[in-house]
């Protein structure tokens, strides 16, 4: 038997009872094992929204599964530079008009 617990969105530990069986019978339960999964790398930043105007830009995107451990921040790549955002939205200002930004 694997019971699972689960803390916002990540899977904190695992407990587990094992028995082995044979011909002769069941052996008895061992002792409560338990493993705390690791935290991994956020999951990629989806629905990102644009408000343009004239010549700046409002970001907004859905925070992604932060998966174990707080979202520290974001990067934004304006052109070739990377901005950092400390939450799920951005302003992006002195943009050149009908100029293309990846």
Partial sequence: M???????????M???FFQAINGAGNSDW????????PATSPNAVTNVDSTPS??????????PNSNGS?????NVMVGETVLVAPTNS??????SPDTHYK
């Fill in 2 to 12: 694997l019971l699972f617990s689960a803390f916002g969105d990540f899977l904190l």
């Fill in 14 to 16: 695992t407990m587990g």
């Fill in 30 to 37: 061992s002792p409560v094992t338990t493993h705390q999964m």
């Fill in 54 to 63: 004239s010549n700046e830009v409002s970001l907004k995107w859905a925070i």
């Fill in 70 to 74: 707080p979202i520290l921040h974001y």
């Fill in 90 to 95: 951005f302003f992006v200002e002195n943009l």
